[in-house]
């Protein structure tokens, strides 16, 4: 119990970290599916077609799919017990 600060700390820490690499990553997938649709940079927001940001969404999602079937992958092959060393 003396190291539940430090637990608490690392979670969180990992849980900011992960979320702002998150939306970094999946904003730039948007942006380029976007860019792409578009086949140059808008100059404002009020000149997108009504349809552009569905691809992107799509592309977000299908991204958002891949990480979580990869992470349950990864979890199913971690270990089930933890054996705690004592001494």
């Keep these: ?8 700390g690392a979670t969180l ?4 970290v992960g979320s702002a690499v998150g939306v970094a990553a999946f904003g730039a997938i948007a942006n380029t ?3 792409n649709r578009l086949g140059s940079e ?3 927001l009020e000149s997108l077609p009504a349809g552009v940001l569905d691809p992107a969404i799509h592309a977000v999602f ?3 799919f891949v990480v979580a079937l ?3 992958v990864a979890a199913a092959f971690m270990p089930r ?3 705690e060393v004592t001494g």
């Design 1 to 8: 119990w003396d190291r539940r600060g430090v637990a608490t």
């Design 81 to 83: 017990m933890v054996h």
């Design 42 to 44: 808008p100059t404002d």
């Design 62 to 64: 299908l991204a958002s």
């Design 33 to 35: 599916v976007v860019r």
């Design 70 to 72: 990869t992470l349950v």
């Design 13 to 16: 820490f990992a849980r900011s």
